[in-house]
């Protein structure tokens, strides 16, 4: 029996999607050594890996078969644009991809005025923006903090995820749209979809009674 392996995206995702794993009695003992230097962890019994890597990262991995099944969040699968299947959306990490910025920046996005935009997921911003309101923008891609950009006049919106949005109220920025939900998702190889098929499904049947 091959291995199964895992790509998780690093962090808070990890650390709820190795808790949900949990429920249905997948666990692996190596990754509660918080001091471990490891980078692949194995389950002997249940011939599974798991591995953690950057967010960014984890669609590459999956789609070019690296791990069978991957979990991440959904704006970086549509940043990503990595071939695919989505099968299940696990329900934590939730949030919102929105258009955020100055009350005045209002008029600008309902009078499809040619606008400069910020973000750190220029691809979620142009498919928005061009697919969907058919309003032409220059995308301005940024690395770090994004509020920034509509205060120091860099740009009139920013196109970022919005959990809570005290960041924004803080610096006198809001939400003008929003566009599109977002949570963590697993993901899986197209190929592995179909050799595994069996153990993949078992593992997302069992996944579903518990989320």
């Known amino acids: 029996m091959r291995y199964l392996t895992f790509a998780l995206a690093k962090g808070r995702l990890a650390k709820k999607s190795m808790e949900l794993f949990k429920q249905i009695g997948i666990t692996c003992e190596e990754m509660q050594d918080p001091a471990t230097r490891k980078l692949i962890f194995v389950n002997e019994e249940l011939k599974l890996k798991f591995f953690l890597a950057k967010a960014p990262d984890v669609p590459t991995y999956v789609e070019y078969g ?3 099944v991957g979990i991440v969040g959904k704006d970086t699968i549509l940043e990503e644009g990595r071939r695919m299947y989505e099968v299940l959306d696990l329900g934590y990490g939730k949030c919102r991809m929105c258009v ?3 009350e005045s920046a ?9 606008i400069r935009v910020a973000t750190k997921y220029p691809h ?3 498919d ?3 697919n969907q309101k058919y ?10 903090s994004i509020e920034l950009a509509p205060i120091v006049g860099l740009s009139e919106v ?5 959990e809570t949005g005290s960041t924004l109220k803080e610096n006198g920025l809001k939400v003008l749209e929003e ?17 595994e098929n069996e153990r993949i499904g078992k593992i997302i049947s069992e996944l579903k009674k518990v989320i």
Not at 106 to 114: I, N, S, V
Request: aromatic share 6%; proline share 4%.
């Open 124 to 126: 979620i911003a142009k």
């Open 135 to 144: 309003q032409t923008v220059e995308i301005i891609k940024l690395n770090g």
């Open 66 to 68: 690296a791990a069978d």
């Open 106 to 114: 209002r008029g600008l996005l309902q009078h499809q005025e040619l």
């Open 179 to 195: 566009v599109c939900p977002l949570s963590a998702r697993m993901v899986v190889n197209q190929v592995s979809m179909k050799m």
């Open 158 to 162: 920013i196109v970022d995820i919005v």
């Open 100 to 102: 955020c910025g100055p």
């Open 128 to 130: 928005y923006f061009y």
